[in-house]
Nanobody
């Protein structure tokens, strides 16, 4: 059974940091492109960052450049999202997902990601 489980969300003050984890089971995460997405209240789900099977990175959201980083630990079959200098506008439910494609550039749409986690809430507020 293919499964992705996110963890690490919570309440953080503006300027703070969080690291989200996404543990995969039932498949080998580094065979595929995987990414982090977020959905704020009343908004559509948006792509944030993606990591290809090769380790190449793709940033989809200009608003997180220089603040968010995606990484993967192949031994742990886990992908991470490190978020620094968090802002209130980063408040959202964060999801990880895996694509059947190996490269992020071959998965330009949310529908190209077939396996999704349940999401973890990130709230940035003072």
């Amino acid at each position: 059974q293919l499964q992705l489980v996110e963890s690490g969300g919570g309440l953080v003050q503006p300027g703070g940091s969080l690291r989200l984890s996404c543990a995969a089971s039932g498949f080998t995460l580094d065979y595929y492109a995987s990414g982090w997405f977020r959905q704020a209240p009343g908004k559509e789900r948006e792509a944030v960052l993606c990591i290809s099977s090769s380790g190449g990175l793709t940033n989809y959201a200009d608003s997180v450049k220089g603040r968010f980083t995606i990484s993967r630990d192949n031994a742990k079959n886990t992908v991470y999202l490190l978020m620094n200098n968090l802002k209130p506008e980063d408040t959202a439910v964060y999801y990880c997902a895996a694509s059947v494609a190996r490269r992020c550039h071959d998965a330009p749409h949310l529908t190209d990601f077939g396996s999704w986690g349940q999401g973890t809430q990130v709230t940035v507020s003072s």
